[in-house]
């Protein structure tokens, strides 16, 4: 069981940047794929970036890519995603998830564990 639990949240002005912690508890975090979702007030789930265990492939959803950056820290059982150039169109609540394989994909139904979200709200 792995449980997973996000920070970093908080209000910023559009343009600037935040970067969001998860914090993963058991020894199998380094094996595990990693990703951030995101919601939206009103909108379903949305994929946001994936890496895989080792950090070796990333995948980014188009309307994020060159703005935010997906990392990992396997010796700290700790994903990051720095989120730069930020517009209020980024405003939602912010998900880690865990997938048991060393890499998935875009699909929220592929991961296994979930955090439980952290606010971002980008302000016009």
């Known amino acids: 069981q792995v449980q997973l639990v996000e920070s970093g949240g908080g209000l910023v002005q559009a343009g600037g940047s935040l970067r969001l912690s998860c914090a993963a508890s058991g020894r199998t975090f380094s094996t595990y794929a990693m990703a951030w979702f995101r919601q939206a007030p009103g909108k379903e789930r949305e994929f946001v970036a994936a890496i895989s265990w080792n950090g070796g492939t990333i995948y980014y959803a188009d309307h994020v890519k060159g703005r935010f950056t997906i990392s990992r820290d396997n010796a700290k059982n700790t994903e990051y995603l720095q989120m730069n150039s930020l517009k209020p169109e980024d405003t939602g609540v912010y998900y880690c998830?865990?997938?048991?394989?060393?890499?998935?994909?875009?699909?929220?139904?592929?991961?296994?564990?979930w955090g439980q979200g952290t606010q971002v709200t980008v302000s016009s």
């Open positions: 998830a865990a997938n048991r394989s060393r890499m998935a994909g875009w699909v929220d139904d592929e991961y296994n564990y």
